[in-house]
C-alpha cells in the first residue's frame, strides 16, 4: 500500500474552480491507476474519477464530465484533481485513492473495491 495525503480543499463561490493535489509516498505510484471519490453529507461515496498508471486513460463521472480534470505527476508521486465550474451539489469531502500496483485499468474505473489505499480526505464547500 502506499499513503496518501490530499491537500488543495476549501470554500468557494459557484462557477470558481479548485485544485485539489494528492502525493504519494513510496515507489510504486506509477504502477497504479489513481482515483478520486467525493462523500457529501448523507450520501454514499460517489466515484468521481479515475486515471490509468500512464496517464493516458482517464474516465469521469456524467456529474463532473467537462468540468474536471485528472493529472498526474508520476516523477512527483502527485495526483491531481483540477474542478472548474463549480457547483453547489460538489460541496462534499473529496478523497484520492490508488488500486492496487499492476492492477487493471479497467477494474479501477467506478469501482471502490479495486483502490487499497485511501488518502483523509479534503472538504470543497461551494457556496451558491
Known sequence: QVQLVESGGGLVQAG??????CVASGRTFSDRAMGWFRQAPGKEREFVGAMS????????ADSVKGRFTISRDNAKNTVYLQMNSLKFEDTAVYY????????SWAVAVGNPLAYESWGQGTQVTVSS
Open 96 to 103: 484520492c485513492a490508488a488500486a492496487a500496483a499492476g492492477a
Open 53 to 60: 498508471r500512464s496517464g493516458i486513460s482517464t474516465y469521469y
Open 16 to 21: 470558481g474552480s479548485l485544485r485539489l493535489s
